[in-house]
């Protein structure tokens, strides 16, 4: 039982124009929603998060929008450089459970030059 | 910068053998995951512990998976006997409460072959 989906294997983006990241999730119960980047061969580090108190949290070129009732959040980088090709992974967690992070299963973006 | 360790970066075994994996969390950090990278499956959650107890560890396949914590600075997840299916990439990650303002810090992860 997947909890965290995205759906998107892969995203490819020109540089300098917008990635948009999508993520759904099926557990109500999940009250905080954290972006994920890995490069190969390293471990992932943690970008960005948003509580399911807001619908929208933003760290420089990266935003993070949480729409609650459909379940669904979006990364979008702008403008996107060629150094943000990684691999993308949305997690969500639940109070209730101790901070535990449920993970989807990664979106590769590759932007081009 | 404070950082995660994982030892060994990687381990290639015969199937049947005992693989012990070893991760030094950062000074300070009182909670402790172990996930799983599989190509189908993304990141898959093993165990956890907060305050070297382990909280959930539902993941894990219990006859052949185990996680502990020794002590605050060693956290270690055994597999015997290991199988073929095993091979994966082990991330432990650390951090402090729920983590929720800057998330969990991940390792660089150990990289199984089970041959």
């Known amino acids: 039982d997947q909890q965290v989906k995205q759906n998107s294997p892969s995203l490819s983006v020109q540089e300098g124009r917008i990635s948009i990241l999508n993520c759904d999730y099926t557990?109500?119960?999940?009250?905080?929603f954290l972006w994920y980047k890995k490069y190969p061969a390293e471990g992932p580090t943690f970008l960005i998060s948003?509580?399911?108190?807001?619908d929208k949290n933003e760290d420089g070129r990266f935003t993070v929008f949480l729409n609650k009732s459909a379940k669904h959040l979006s990364l979008h980088i702008v403008p996107s450089q060629p150094g943000d090709s990684a691999v993308y992974f949305c997690?969500?967690?639940?109070?209730?459970?101790?901070?535990?992070?449920?993970f989807g299963q990664g979106t590769e973006l590759s932007v081009k030059p | 910068d404070a950082r995660v360790t994982q030892t060994p970066r990687h381990k290639v075994t015969e199937m049947g053998q005992e693989v012990t994996m070893r991760c030094q969390p950062i000074l300070g950090h009182n909670t402790v995951f172990w996930y799983r990278q599989t190509m189908m499956q993304g990141l898959e959650l093993l165990a956890y512990f907060r305050n070297r107890a382990p909280l959930d560890d539902s993941g894990m396949p219990k006859d052949r998976f185990s996680a502990e914590m020794p002590d605050a600075t060693l956290a270690t997840l055994k597999i015997q006997p290991s199988e073929p299916r095993d091979s994966a990439v082990y991330f432990c990650a650390s951090g402090l409460g729920q983590g929720r303002d800057y998330g969990y810090t991940f390792g660089s992860g150990t990289r199984l072959t089970v041959v």
């Open positions: 997690a969500a967690s639940a109070g209730f459970q101790g901070g535990k992070l449920i």
């Open positions: 557990n109500s119960m999940f009250d905080y």
């Open positions: 948003i509580s399911s108190i807001k």
